[in-house]
């Protein structure tokens, strides 16, 4: 019998806790170790904060959805790692700290906003890393909705998540204009770079920014913030930023207390060092893999922090581990990059494929958006139950009134 603990619910933990708990004999055992009750896709939670992600059909329970999957749910947060007794220590809810047993540990946790030390970041911004995060998000925005007045809030940084959340509180307030009672918003994009989506394609930044102004988001690209405070943000230059809410989405790092957790190898960035095997380069029946993982590649990069980078090592890391657990060695992850999707409102995407040689835009690439939740939704839940969820979406989006 072997026991397989996958720490970390999102995008990868999950996928690979699904393929395992369905691949594996009777006699083995799956355990997801995660905090949260319920599954949120990443790439969403812009969506939570602004209050246009349905939770009813885009969301899913861990202990049913194992139940279902063959693995089971164990609610608590990592705190440490025993190698020499195989041991997880685990922080439970109730406030208790807890062992749990492994023969396999996959580490999965994720990554959270870079701050870079900016001096009252952590204290006075508002930050998209967990789905808590995005739900005390939007209890604000809520409030500030509802406020009747003209408000201010400030993004900084103007990659996927910030440009997103940036365009959906657009939408969002633009409905309500009608509301006499709404608040109107001034958003401001923050960028230290000179353009939106600094590490795309030039043209795919300059759609994306024509979109933005389109939105009346107000973009402040060569813009360094220096610190922040209650009232706002102080720019490297000394101008002050007033705003009734602020966001930090510049910039990723995996989580400080993931350095050199059980004496694991870690980068600058606290992300696990690991073989292209995904294996830890100490342990090795330890792995990690998303975005917590430093992967190498044969030609001396290393995977890039996506979502679709995640679905992929999860998949290759459930083929790989069964064959391990039978007897067969590990498999090296070769990583294929397919592009980039970055969502500007519900009806708007722009995408690069090809090795970003195609850019494309409109409607119908936000429906290629669509796909790649569904994708995660089919690689979870299989087909039918995403095939389901489809048709119940485009039902409620018919009858439920505006």
């Not at 594996?24 to 990443?42: A, S």
């Not at 164990?74 to 705190?79: E, I, V």
């Not at 998209?128 to 007045?149: C, F, K, N, Y």
């Not at 939106?196 to 913030?225: D, H």
Request: with cysteine; glycine share 8%; net charge positive.
């Amino acid at each position: 019998m072997s026991r397989v603990v996958i720490v970390g619910g999102g995008a990868a933990g999950l996928e690979l806790a699904s393929l395992l708990g369905r691949s594996v004999n009777k006699q083995d055992e799956v355990i997801l170790v995660e905090g949260e009750t319920h599954h949120y896709w990443k790439p969403r939670f812009h969506e939570i904060a602004a209050g246009t992600f349905d939770n009813d059909l885009d969301s899913l329970c861990y202990f049913s959805h194992g139940a279902k999957n063959g693995y089971r749910h164990y609610q608590g947060r990592m705190t440490n790692i025993n190698r020499e007794e195989k041991q997880l220590v685990v922080y439970k809810p109730n406030g208790e700290t807890d062992t749990l047993a492994y023969d396999y540990l996959v580490i999965a946790v994720g990554a959270i906003s870079n701050d870079f030390a900016t001096k009252g970041a952590l204290e006075h911004s508002l930050f998209l890393d967990t789905p808590e995060q995005a739900r005390e998000s939007w209890q604000q925005i809520s409030a500030l909705l509802r406020s009747g007045e003209q408000r201010t809030i400030n993004i900084v940084g103007a990659g996927a998540t910030g440009l997103e959340l940036a365009a959906e509180l657009a939408k969002v307030s633009g409905k309500l204009e009608r509301n006499p009672h709404a608040a109107r918003l001034t958003i401001n994009l923050i960028e230290a770079a000179d353009r939106v989506l600094p590490n795309s394609p030039l043209k795919m930044s300059q759609q994306a920014q024509s979109r933005l102004e389109k939105f009346n988001v107000n973009l402040l690209l060569n813009t360094r913030i220096a610190s922040v405070d209650k009232q706002g943000m102080t720019t490297s230059e000394g101008i002050m930023l007033d705003a009734d809410l602020q966001f930090w989405a510049a910039g990723i790092k995996a989580p400080d207390w993931l350095k050199n957790i059980g004496g694991l190898e870690s980068n600058n960035a606290n992300q696990l060092v690991v073989q292209q095997t995904l294996a830890t380069t100490q342990d090795p029946s330890i792995f990690s893999l998303g975005d917590c993982a430093a992967i190498p590649q044969a030609d001396g990069s290393t995977v890039p922090p996506k979502a679709q980078a995640a679905n992929r090592a999860a998949v290759h890391l459930a083929k790989s581990l069964l064959g391990l657990m039978q007897g067969k060695t590990l498999t090296p992850f070769v990583y294929k990059d397919g592009g980039m999707v970055v969502a500007i409102g519900h009806n708007y995407a722009i995408s690069t494929m090809m090795n970003d040689r195609l850019i494309l835009k409109g409607r119908l690439v936000r429906r290629l958006y669509d796909t790649i939740f569904r994708l995660h939704q089919k690689t979870v839940s299989g087909f039918l139950t995403m095939s389901r969820l489809i048709i119940a979406k485009r039902l409620k989006c018919i009858f439920q009134p505006n």
